[in-house]
């Protein structure tokens, strides 16, 4: 089966930097920026130029040195910024301006401008856009709360004044599943135009559901996912790229779109991006919580040994793991205690085995995790009948 491709827009540098205290430094920035082109992503995100001198020069940088991905800078909605966004991503070897605006009532009163005005700065500031790149995204911000009519309009005009690619921003978490499918499948159907560019999705997790409602908006229509790796981004953050993509990968059988991320670099660039972010990651977060492959239960640590299948849907060397880990604790059982003790070199019979799992499990109801060198203490007790 032919599968469609969804564009990978990463935002760590953007939106998952405006994330209170994740600031990166220069160094750091360029970092993040050749993994993340080297890693497959299409789009990144490398700030936003007008902000300071500092995000200019990491954007202008992380432009003269992109291999493979569109560098791709945000302005909001005035020529100044578009400039500066254009000084800064012109560098690429394929370069886009990305301009936005609030759309909805409560974001419109905020520069004040009544409906027909803002339709008038969104067409002006996009042919503005459009003059300085032939790469133009546009985002109504806001859009899952601007009214349905108004938001068809000023798409429509931003279409026409020349955007390429329109990013429908769930800007709050606001939206749900359905919802988001549907936005983006109504906004095609009735849009004069909207075949001729890419719709974008951009969710935010304020309700836990920014994975969720992009893939959806993916059925809808939307072919370019915007993400951040960790899901780092402001408030509850943005939806993270290793769901989105993983999931695409395996669910391939009810979601036939294909992206071109090398998935076994995931793991690598979470961990960086944690450690230059000061975000750690959850223990339990999908993908690449440190409990993502790890099974601690009797019962899971013997079906994992018998077959992977029993409780993986996904092979860790494919997330850039070595494999799974069956952490020995106080839920564990035989068969994992006898296999951790083969890898360690211990080869017991039944009797030593079964000496060694009591105390095994006396010292699991006193610890969180029994490591390597415990059990070997544990090992050598029963064998000097200390
Ligand atoms: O969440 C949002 O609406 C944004 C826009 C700038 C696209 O980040
Ligand atoms: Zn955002």
Redesign the pocket.
Known sequence: MTKDKVLIFD?TLR?GEQSPGATMTHAEKLEIAELLDDMGVDIIEAGFPIASEGDFNAVSEIAKRAKRATICG?ARANYKDIDRCWDAVKHAASPRIHT?IGTSPLHRAIPNLDMDQMAERIHDTVTHARNLCDNVQW?P??ATRTEWDYLCRVVEIAIKAGATTI?I?D?VGYTAPAESADLIKRLIATVPGADDVIFAT?C?NDLGMATANSLAAVIGGARQIECTINGLGERAGNTALEEVVMALKIRGDIMPYETGIDTRKIMNISRRVATVSGFAVQFNKAIVGKNAFAHESGIHQDGMLKNAETFEIMRPEDVGLSGTSLPLGKHSGRAALRAKLAALGFDLADNQLNDVFVRFKDLADRKKEVFDDDLMALVYQNESGE
């Open positions: 935002t939106d945000l936005f985002s911000m806001d990013n921003p800007t951009h935010h």
